[in-house]
């Protein structure tokens, strides 16, 4: 079993900045890819950021230059540094975690955390 917990969510003001957290436990062997996803209320889940085991960083067009994402392989965890917030920034931010499992198995996993909130008011 593998849990993604995101943490660092809340209120803040246009043009103020927020750091989410995501940290990744359980039994794993690797993980390759992370990444945050929102989902803004009435719109489907989209890629906010993505982040690959050898720190190959991707992020959509709508955050290039306000956002950035890092990950730290030791703790198995990933961060996205938010600045600049804008009124369209807010949605539930998810975090993703995809590798392989550390049992015999060695399945893959994708997981998912619940989500935090992000409110970005006017």
């Known amino acids: 079993q593998v849990q993604v917990v995101e943490s660092g969510g809340g209120l803040v003001q246009a043009g103020e900045s927020l750091t989410l957290s995501c940290a990744v436990s359980g039994s794993i062997f690797s993980i390759n890819a992370m990444g945050w996803y929102r989902q803004a209320p009435g719109k489907p889940r989209e890629l906010v950021a993505s982040i690959t085991s050898g720190s190959r960083e991707n992020y959509a067009d709508s955050v290039k230059g306000r956002f950035t994402i890092a990950r730290n392989n030791t703790k198995n965890t990933v961060y996205l540094q938010m600045n600049k917030l804008k009124p369209e920034d807010t949605g539930v931010y998810y975090c993703?975690?995809?590798?392989?499992?550390?049992?015999?198995?060695?399945?893959?996993?994708?997981?998912w955390g619940q989500g935090t909130q992000v409110t970005v008011s006017a």
């Open positions: 993703n975690a995809g590798g392989y499992s550390g049992d015999y198995s060695r399945r893959t996993f994708n997981s």
